[in-house]
C-alpha cells in the first residue's frame, strides 16, 4: 500500500521555486538561495522528487573551461500541476498529498 502525505513546509517551498518557471532548468546553489534551504535538506528533497517522477535532471557541462559539469533539475510535466496545487492551496492540511 502506498502512503501518501501533505508536503512539507521546505517541499512546498522547494516546489513554489522550481513553479516560478517550470520549464527552466535550474542549478543546487541558485534553487538553494531561492528556497531559503539548506544543502542536506535542498538534495534529499529533490532526490525524492525525482524519483518519483516530478523532476528530472541532467548533468550540463561548465560555462566556463576548467569548471566541472554541474547538476540542474526542472519539473516535468507531472511536477509542474503538483507544484501549481500546492502553490494554489498552500498549507492546507487537508489540500493535496505528495504521491
Known amino acids: 500500500m502506498k502512503r501518501h502525505r501533505a508536503p512539507s513546509p521546505q517541499m512546498e517551498t522547494l516546489l513554489a521555486v522550481l513553479a516560478s518557471a517550470p520549464r527552466e532548468w535550474f542549478y543546487g546553489y541558485p534553487l538553494m538561495k531561492a528556497a531559503g534551504l539548506q544543502s542536506g535538506t ?7 522528487l525525482e524519483a518519483k517522477g516530478l523532476v528530472e535532471s541532467e548533468w550540463r557541462e561548465p560555462e566556463q573551461p576548467g569548471k566541472p559539469p554541474r ?24 489540500g493535496v498529498r505528495v504521491p
Do not use: I, N, Q
Not at 42 to 48: A, E, I, Q, S, W
Not at 79 to 90: D, K, M, P
Open 71 to 94: 547538476h540542474a533539475y526542472r519539473l516535468t510535466s507531472a511536477g509542474v500541476a503538483l507544484a501549481r496545487t500546492v502553490v494554489e492551496r498552500g498549507s492546507d492540511p487537508d
Open 42 to 48: 535542498l538534495y534529499p528533497l529533490l532526490v525524492r
